[in-house]
């Protein structure tokens, strides 16, 4: 049972990095207030923010 608070634990890390990562690198379109509201949710909400950001947030 340990294994799996560890797994879901490292893949909340990653998910929280990739957001974080894609908005202030990748993403140049976004204006400054709405990659600190992306990174916020991405410390607090990382998967659920990584599967929104996934769908709506990303530039085509």
């Known amino acids: 049972?340990?294994?799996l608070?560890?797994?879901?634990?490292?893949?909340?890390?990653?998910c929280a990095v990739w957001?974080?990562?894609?908005v202030l690198v990748k993403n140049k379109r976004l204006k400054t207030t709405?990659?600190?509201?992306?990174?916020v949710?991405?410390?607090f909400f990382s998967i659920i923010t990584a599967i929104i950001y996934f769908l709506i947030g990303r530039k085509k």
């Open 1 to 3: 049972m340990a294994f």
């Open 5 to 14: 608070g560890t797994a879901v634990g490292i893949i909340a890390l990653a």
């Open 19 to 22: 957001v974080i990562y894609d």
């Open 34 to 39: 709405t990659k600190v509201i992306w990174i």
């Open 41 to 43: 949710c991405a410390v």
